[in-house]
């Protein structure tokens, strides 16, 4: 499988926020593949949303990663400790992304588990098989992403994107999750995701 072109994030966010959904999400990581299907995103558009970091194209030194050119990874921390992942979209200089929340572990369980978890996939309780990277920080966590990758080029390893290996899942979709503060954004059903 080739890995996901620049002009696959030159879209709509909204439409590559769907059309990650089954894609692939590689990490090359201390000589192991650590690979998840994506199975939830959220879109960020700052031209029109109060929840990306960037609305009305402010720019800062932590959003400055957002007007890059598509295909960029966007990694910033919240609340201090978690990272989150996300896509730049659209042209250069127009500030939007796709943060990616969920992934099911397809190659690479074990590094993931003790990565996550400090355990072998065997060790894991079940509250932990079912909570295992099925949130962005959680994700960051059992694929080893941290801010260093923030400005990397997702068309090159150790970070990038491969095309569904099935057939089109079913999509959800619904309102965004802890952006209560963004007033009338808070309600765009922007978040999409697919039942395992």
Known sequence: MEILTRDFYDRDTLTVAKDLL????????????????ITE???YIGRC???????QYKRTNRTETLFAQPGTAYLYL???MYTCLN?????????AAVLIRGVEAVEGEAAMARLRF??????L???QRKNFLNGPGKVCKGMALDRKLNGHDLLTPPLYVLPRDREAPAIHCGPRIGVDYAQEAKDFPWRFWVDL
């Open 22 to 37: 089954g894609c692939l999400l590689v990490r090359e990581y201390e000589g192991e593949r650590l690979v998840g299907r």
């Open 78 to 80: 919240i609340y201090g």
């Open 125 to 127: 309780t079940a509250y």
């Open 49 to 55: 949303d109060k929840a990306c970091h960037a609305y």
């Open 41 to 43: 995103t959220e879109a």
């Open 118 to 123: 400090g355990k072998e996939p065997g060790e």
């Open 87 to 95: 896509f730049v979209t659209e042209p250069e200089g127009e500030p």
